[in-house]
């Protein structure tokens, strides 16, 4: 069974930057369409960036030119670069994994999760 674990999360200033990393134990995640989904206090999860098995991405409006994802997938690991940060995309940030998933918008991974990491952005 995989397990995701997410580090990179803290606080920094608006017009910043935070790169997130979400690494894989217990299996590899080369056949896994892995995804960035965050949940602000008072406020339902919600997906930022999906990274598919093909390399294929998906960004909502919300992050779009401002948020990327990438893997590396010797390391087991998918980062997520975050600039030009805005007070609004603090929350908890999660990485889910699910395999074979295809990123497109229409839902997002949902299989494996990870605990969670926290992102606070001041203004």
């Known amino acids: 069974e995989v397990q995701l674990v997410e580090s990179g999360g803290g606080l920094v200033q608006a017009g910043g930057s935070l790169r997130l990393s979400c690494a894989a134990s217990?299996?590899?995640?080369?056949?896994?369409?892995i995804g960035w989904l965050r949940q602000a206090p008072g406020k339902e999860r919600e997906g930022v960036s999906c990274?598919?098995?093909?390399?294929?991405?998906y960004y909502p409006a919300s992050v779009e030119g401002r948020f990327t994802i990438y893997r590396d997938n010797a390391k087991s690991t998918v980062y997520l670069q975050m600039d030009s940060l805005k007070p609004t995309d603090t929350g908890i940030y999660y990485c889910?994994?699910?395999?074979?998933?295809?990123?497109?918008?229409?839902?997002?991974?949902?299989?494996?999760w990870g605990q969670g990491t926290q992102v606070t952005v001041s203004s």
């Open positions: 217990g299996g590899t995640l080369d056949d896994y369409g």
């Open positions: 990274i598919s098995s093909s390399g294929s991405t």
């Open positions: 889910a994994a699910q395999a074979f998933f295809e990123c497109s918008g229409y839902g997002w991974p949902n299989h494996y």
